[in-house]
């Protein structure tokens, strides 16, 4: 294969992808509707019936741009397509820039697609998702080191606030990372102004949003002294698993989880066969860190997130296992440099094989679960009254293994603009909350159905969506629409 032909095939890969989004009906990605729920909130929170049970909050709100985006669009799900297929390019471009930029062999950019639908995507957090490329993009920024990136970078961090918050922590964390290393290398103290003044405006955002969203909080400060103290040594074996959170999901049990060590391992090779093709040393190791100081520091800052944070802080949960994917993207980086030996066309088939691999993989996997819940669509729920509160039960809540259907009563309120339970009205950092008291408007009791059991918060809800059949189904539930898999029950 001649380097072009790679070229073709690596935009043809990327154009099968976002083919793959835009085509399919629902996601199945565990948090997903409580993002599209969001949006629908947002953009119909002039209605009275929303404003008497959700509301928007004032202020200055992060993690906002997936629901303000996709908000903007007549209709929210095609507005979330078009924000994934953002998504989908940009990762692998990003990739591929880097790559470039630092002088690896570009070929290896088609790695990065075997993390497309990674744990972030899989799992449905809509704003991190779009945070990982916008993060590279950082990364690139500031490996350009020009002024006009500087003046970019401002602008990218204060979209970042908007996107993740998280993401943005990452951010200002390899910001900081790069200044130290240029300090120590210049040994001029006051050059760490010229490295960090283009991410005062973004910490002057924080500060304002840390003022208000942090009051009556357990001390961040204090449970990390706690979690370091307790509990991180004898949890650290399951860090292991961020060599397989990337791509688990395509099947259950060990199954999906051998999948997911094979691409991994894929992604590794290259990194691995360059650290084996001289003897490793300190002296190599220090003279690759100088002549690759921007790569290093990147992969150290990924290795740092991925294997020092906890998995949850005060109000946040899945912290660390959401950087699996930026430590093997920075893999891939060093893994291109490493390797110096020029690919053949065997490797290169190799490389494209394994690609194509994973995108039927996850093909299968999207098609398989639009067909299973084909009768799941806006004709099942357009008959239950707006102005009613509709209570979700998934008893059977997984597919090939993942709790995808937990939240799928938020669909009465994207598709027929409804009252329904949602946990979005109950986060820490949502930006939509409740109106309405927890007696009128229950909290949503996402697990209720591992147990087989309408929980005791919905006794005085009249309709409900069910996945399966509750054990406690009273005997003068009617269902009103349906089939073996979805109903819609009342219960009078």
Not at 103 to 115: D, P
Not at 140 to 169: D, Q, R
Not at 365 to 376: A, C, G, H, R, V
């Amino acid at each position: 294969m001649k380097i072009s032909a790679i070229g073709l095939m690596f935009v043809l890969l990327v154009a099968c992808y976002v083919g793959f989004l835009l085509n399919q009906t629902i996601f199945p990605f565990v948090d997903l509707p409580n993002h599209l729920a969001e949006a629908a909130i947002y953009k119909l929170s002039d209605s009275g019936i929303f404003n008497n049970f959700y509301h928007v909050s004032d202020g200055i709100e992060p993690n906002s741009l997936h629901y303000v985006f996709t908000s903007l669009f007549d209709d929210i799900e095609k507005g979330n397509k078009l924000y994934y297929a953002f998504y989908v390019i940009l990762l692998p471009a990003l990739s591929f820039l880097l790559i470039k930029r630092l002088g690896g062999n570009w070929e290896f950019a088609l790695l990065s697609l075997l993390l497309i639908f990674n744990y972030n995507v899989s799992f449905g957090f809509a704003g991190f998702t779009l945070a990982i490329p916008m993060a590279l993009f950082v990364f690139y920024l500031l490996c350009v080191s020009k002024a006009w990136s500087k003046m970019l970078l401002a602008f990218v961090l204060i979209l970042l606030f908007f996107t993740h918050i998280l993401g943005l922590l990452f951010c200002l964390f390899l910001i900081a990372v790069f200044a130290i290393a240029s300090v120590i290398k210049s040994k001029r103290g006051k050059d760490v102004i010229s490295q960090i003044w283009f991410a005062i405006p973004v910490l002057a955002l924080l500060f304002i949003w840390y003022g208000h969203a942090f009051k009556g909080e357990q001390s961040t400060l204090s449970f990390l002294l706690d979690y370091y103290k307790k509990n991180y040594f004898p949890e650290f074996h399951l860090r292991s698993k961020i060599f397989v959170f990337d791509n688990f999901a395509l099947a259950e049990g060990y199954r999906g989880v051998i999948i997911a060590f094979l691409f991994s391992l894929t992604i590794f090779l290259p990194f691995v066969l360059g650290l084996l093709s001289e003897k490793i040393s300190y002296l190599r190791i220090k003279n690759f860190y100088h002549s690759n100081e921007y790569a290093s520091l990147f992969l150290f800052v990924c290795i740092v997130c991925c294997f020092c944070l906890p998995s949850e802080l005060p109000g946040q949960g899945i912290l660390y296992q959401r950087f699996s994917v930026l430590f093997l993207i920075a893999i891939i980086i060093v893994g291109s440099i490493l390797y110096t030996r020029p690919l053949n066309n065997v490797h290169r088939l190799v490389l494209v094989i394994v690609v194509f691999l994973h995108g039927a993989l996850w093909y299968d996997y999207l098609t398989k679960f639009d067909k299973e819940n084909s009768s799941f669509n806006p004709s099942l729920l357009c008959n239950i009254p707006k102005d009613k509160i509709l209570g979700g039960v998934m008893v059977d809540y997984k597919y090939r293994g993942r709790p995808v259907y937990i939240h799928f009563a938020n669909y009465s309120i994207i598709w027929n603009h409804g009252i329904a339970t949602t946990k979005v009205i109950d986060y820490r950092f949502g930006s939509i909350k409740r109106t309405a008291s927890k007696e009128v408007l229950p909290e949503y009791q996402e697990w209720s159905g591992t147990i087989g059991l309408i929980p005791k918060e919905y006794e005085n809800l009249k309709y409900l969506l069910l996945r399966g059949e509750p054990k406690n189904l009273p005997a003068n539930a009617n269902r009103i629409a349906g089939d073996k898999i979805w109903h819609i029950v009342t219960v009078k």
